[in-house]
Nanobody, 123 residues
Framework: QVQLVESGGGLVQAGGSLRLSCAAS????????MGWFRQAPGQEREFVAS????????YYVDSVKGRFTISRDNAKNTVYLQMNNLKPEDTAVYYC????????????????WGRGTQVTVSS
């Protein structure tokens, strides 16, 4: 099992920045990829970004390219999501996820999930 705990969410004005963290524990040696997803009220959970746990490959949804950056610190077993130039439409609960075999946009390919952290962007 892998446990994931997100932190760093909060309330920010449009144009501001936040950095989310996801601390992984347990059988982290089994992790192949990590992802960030988000879910706004009344909407489906959508992919935001992903990264290989060992390596530099990353992947973003078009709506956040150039604004968000995913990174990881293997020594700390932590994945980050740096979010700049935030927009009101970025408001959502952000979830961290871990996959044993993928780092794709498909949420069904992720095996472990955190409980989420709220990000609210005011206009």
């Amino acid at each position: 099992q892998v446990q994931l705990v997100e932190s760093g969410g909060g309330l920010v004005q449009a144009g501001g920045s936040l950095r989310l963290s996801c601390a992984a524990s347990g059988r982290t040696y089994s992790v192949y990829g990590m992802g960030w997803f988000r879910q706004a009220p009344g909407q489906e959970r959508e992919f935001v970004a992903s990264i290989r746990w060992r390596g530099s490959s990353s992947y973003y949804v078009d709506s956040v390219k150039g604004r968000f950056t995913i990174s990881r610190d293997n020594a700390k077993n932590t994945v980050y999501l740096q979010m700049n130039n935030l927009k009101p439409e970025d408001t959502a609960v952000y979830y961290c996820a871990a996959s044993r075999a993928y780092y794709t946009a498909n949420r069904d390919q992720y095996d472990y999930w955190g409980r989420g952290t709220q990000v609210t962007v005011s206009s």
